[in-house]
T-cell receptor
Framework: AQSVAQPEDQVNVAEGNPLTVKCTYS??????LFWYVQYPNRGLQFLLK??????LVKGSYGFEAEFNKSQTSFHLKKPSALVSDSALYFC?????????????FGTGTRLKVLA | AAGVIQSPRHLIKEKRETATLKCYPI?????VYWYQQGPGQDPQFLIS???????DKGSIPDRFSAQQFSDYHSELNMSSLELGDSALYFC???????????????FGQGTRLTVV
């Protein structure tokens, strides 16, 4: 079974400071990992993904994430937070096995960037 | 660029009524996913289709059914609606290529269903 854990319901960070939003996963086989962001009453917007290759992946709006297989983690990071980054962030996992394509989401982490 | 289109955007139904939600995936995408998101909750996987065949099934109630048509659009049919069905329903689409080249899932803006 696939599962994703986001241990923090909310993360507060001052504008200009680095931010980290944590995610750990459980899946059989090799994972495909994703980060999505959701603004109020909006759909989920794709930020970045890890499929294979370099463990550090870069995405939209200056976000990046590091895949750590031994720790089964895929934490989202940004060197300098903006107030406009305040939103709900979801980590998701999908099995790489063909024939099964569902994405399983974590419970989400609300990021608040304080001016 | 074309995105995933969902209709209607808002829907109000009474208990025990039926609702049909429609999803038009990004052109050339072969996989459609349906999710339910309750207030303050994470998106819960309902069902997915690959090349018009059901590929995965999640926590979809028996009162709900879905299908993907020959033009790849999908419909989620919900019958005997209950108050607890009030939620945001998202459709997403992706292209499955294989060998690690699949696209990510692109989400629509959602349909907000309110059951009164």
């Amino acid at each position: 079974a696939q599962s994703v854990a986001q241990p923090e319901d909310q993360v507060n960070v001052a504008e200009g400071n680095p931010l980290t939003v944590k995610c750990t996963y459980s899946v059989s086989g090799n994972p495909y990992l994703f980060w999505y962001v959701q603004y109020p009453n909006r759909g989920l917007q794709f930020l970045l993904k890890y499929i294979t290759g370099d463990n550090l992946v870069k995405g939209s709006y200056g976000f990046e994430a590091e895949f750590n297989k031994s720790q089964t983690s895929f934490h989202l990071k940004k060197p300098s937070a903006l107030v406009s980054d305040s939103a709900l962030y979801f980590c998701a996992v999908r099995r790489s096995t063909s024939g099964t394509y569902k994405y399983i989401f974590g419970t989400g982490t609300r990021l608040k960037v304080l001016a | 660029a074309a995105g995933v289109i969902q209709s209607p955007r808002h829907l109000i139904k009474e208990k025990r009524e039926t609702a049909t939600l429609k999803c038009y995936p990004i052109p050339r995408h072969d996989t459609v996913y349906w999710y339910q998101q309750g207030p303050g909750q994470d998106p819960q996987f309902l069902i997915s289709f690959y090349e018009k065949m059901q590929s995965d099934k999640g926590s979809i109630p028996d009162r709900f059914s879905a299908q993907q048509f020959s033009d790849y659009h999908s419909e989620l049919n919900m019958s005997s609606l209950e108050l607890g069905d009030s939620a945001l329903y998202f459709c997403a689409s992706s292209l499955i290529v294989g060998t690690g080249r699949d696209t990510e899932a692109f989400f629509g803006q959602g349909t907000r269903l309110t059951v009164v």
